[in-house]
């Protein structure tokens, strides 16, 4: 069992969405362009544009992008701000599939729940999708999120 004092408190899932997807036979991305390595995602703060949870009738857009933000680093970790909360850890990249396991959190109480549902949807297993040099897009069961830069 995790400690809430060290990892996120928001995860919980039972199966890797990577291997629930396959159970499920869904498909994981959609943008046009494969991600192929660290390179492609490496170098600056992707901002949150959208994020749709699996099953929702509509998709969050924040008012303010800068309170949602994603850092890949060249030396393997990701620094995560995820509204009042800030997270980091370790990421993995295989060819388009994203491993984040559990990051460690700040654990203040946000004044919405979006938060923590973006950053549940970043730790775990996604497959990343890139379309130019300016959006990338994570992809589980759980849901889709999109970040510009």
Request: charged share 15%.
């Amino acid at each position: 069992m995790r400690d809430p004092s060290i990892h996120n408190p928001f995860s919980g899932r039972a199966l890797p969405a990577a291997a629930l997807a396959a159970l499920l036979g869904l498909p994981l991305i959609s943008c046009s362009e494969g991600v192929t390595g660290a390179s492609d995602v490496v170098g600056g703060v992707w901002r949150l544009s959208s994020m749709r949870l699996a099953g929702a009738s509509s998709s969050f857009v924040p008012d303010d992008a800068s309170r949602f933000t994603v850092e890949f680093k060249a030396d393997g970790t990701i620094g995560v701000r995820a509204d009042c909360n800030s997270c980091g850890g370790s990421y993995a990249l295989s060819g388009d599939r994203l491993t984040v396991p559990g990051m460690a959190c700040t654990l203040a109480l946000c004044a919405t729940p979006q938060g923590g549902e973006f950053a549940n949807l970043i730790e775990g297993v996604s497959t990343l999708g890139k379309d130019g040099e300016t959006t990338l897009e994570l992809a589980s069961p759980d849901g889709t999120i999109t970040l510009v830069r």
